[in-house]
């Protein structure tokens, strides 16, 4: 049997139906509805149980190709992720990805590898379900609370398992804040749910809105929001579902938000260690100033922004744009310079953070050199955390 109800309590233990003034809410937080109607997302509903062992307490987030909850491991009386993938290949990509990651990669500390794995039936097909440990929110959703000190531990610990990940021959990939998380202190052991609730938040949730009936109930569910006494400032990588091995061309040309994705790879470059790098870039700038260096959400509008404050493309790019819709010739004249008010320099001294002038330079410092546009010419994740710059930052806030 592959899944089950606790009913050992009421239906009101397992969270709150919202009223339909909130549904709205609800349905923004959550995964889209109408995946389920195609038969993509697993249906699970809070206080299921499944493979016999797996209590689900409540939901951690959604990705394209998966729903994320947190669950009780009855066995070993701890509670975990299940991190519940969509059929088909992107399932097996990030499960065989996580298993070469395993025996190549030296150093695993800093990533997030699977601990167990098993199948859920459907009608027409099977989920896969990885099981992780249990992390807390996404650098994403909470850095801007971390103190400058913690965002700064934050940086180099994720250049610490970008270099792991490296040193091994790995490449990510789809390195963005999303896929960055935060550690949570683990309840004590016993702890009950009404506890657990009060310091996740009750589950708030409703039916599956579904154009047809579903082959199994399920809920829409808000993410926990954890109190930040449970916040640690450890910090681990996640998503492995687009990371090969260096210089391996691959079908699947999946790629970051495009304000964190490299500039060559909407020009048709491989992805490479320098990409991922660019990625760490735009993460350790939103870390130090406190907003995206670039917008936009499809490519054509983060390349404009990335030429407004980094100057033209380089030339040899010309004719060799990939990234969908028109690009802008005037990205590759080499007579054009960024524009004023939207260099390094003018949105390091925008910053909502409080850094010193000093502090302030060695950021530009890294940064420009970071962000230089040819793969070749950019900082590794070893040579960075060997660099002057960057080590004067991290010592001025004790690291």
């Known amino acids: 049997m592959a899944t089950g109800t606790d009913d050992s309590d009421c239906a009101a233990v397992w969270g709150d139906f919202v009223d339909s003034d909130d549904q709205c809410d609800v349905e923004d937080a959550a995964e889209p509805a109408e995946r389920y109607d195609e038969g993509l997302y697993y249906p699970i509903c809070i206080g299921e149980i499944l493979i016999n062992r797996y209590r689900v307490e409540h939901k951690l987030g959604h990705g394209g190709f998966s729903t994320v909850w947190m669950a009780h491991d009855m066995v070993n009386n701890n509670d975990v992720a299940l991190k519940i993938m969509t059929p088909g ?3 097996e990509r990030e499960y065989t990805a996580q298993d070469m990651i395993a025996t190549t990669v030296q150093d695993t500390s800093r990533l997030l590898l699977y601990r167990e794995t098993f199948l859920l039936p459907a009608p027409t097909t099977q989920h896969r379900v990885l099981v992780f440990p249990l992390l807390g929110p996404s650098l994403r959703t909470h850095a801007s609370s971390m103190s400058v000190a913690a965002r700064m531990s934050s940086a180099k610990q994720l250049l610490q398992a ?7 021959g790995v490449v990510h990939r789809d390195i963005n804040s999303s896929n960055v998380l935060y550690g949570l202190t683990p309840f004590k052991s016993g702890t ?10 009750r589950p708030r949730k409703m039916h599956i809105p579904t154009c047809k009936p579903m082959w199994k109930e399920g809920e829409l569910v808000m993410p926990i929001s954890p109190h930040k006494s449970l916040v640690q400032e450890t910090v681990t990588l996640a998503d492995f579902g687009l990371a090969v091995k260096s210089d391996t061309s691959v079908e699947c040309k999946g790629e970051p938000p495009a304000i964190y994705c490299a500039p060559e790879r909407f020009h048709g470059v491989e992805s490479g260690f320098a990409s991922d790098m660019w990625s760490y870039m735009c993460i350790f700038a939103d870390l130090c100033i406190g907003f995206s260096l670039f917008r936009g959400s499809v490519p054509r509008s983060a390349l404009d922004f990335m030429v407004r404050s980094l ?3 380089p030339s040899k790019w010309r004719g060799s744009y990939d990234g969908g819709g028109q690009y802008d010739e005037s990205w590759y004249n080499q007579n054009r310079g960024p524009d004023s008010h939207q260099t390094l320099e003018a949105k390091i001294e925008r910053s909502r953070y409080e850094i010193s002038p000093v502090e302030k330079e060695l950021v530009r ?4 050199r970071g962000l230089s546009y040819l793969p ?6 070893g040579q960075l955390l060997e660099d002057a710059s960057f080590k004067e930052l991290m010592a001025s806030y004790g690291l």
């Not at 970008?162 to 091994?168: E, N, P, R, S």
């Not at 410092?365 to 420009?368: A, D, H, K, R, T």
Request: proline share 9%; glycine share 10%.
């Open 365 to 368: 410092s890294i940064l420009q």
């Open 192 to 201: 009950d749910l009404v506890t657990k609730y009060e310091y996740l938040g």
């Open 162 to 168: 970008i270099k792991a990940l490296h040193d091994g």
């Open 376 to 381: 070749e010419h950019r900082l590794s994740a």
């Open 89 to 91: 290949p992107p399932a």
């Open 311 to 313: 100057g033209p493309l």
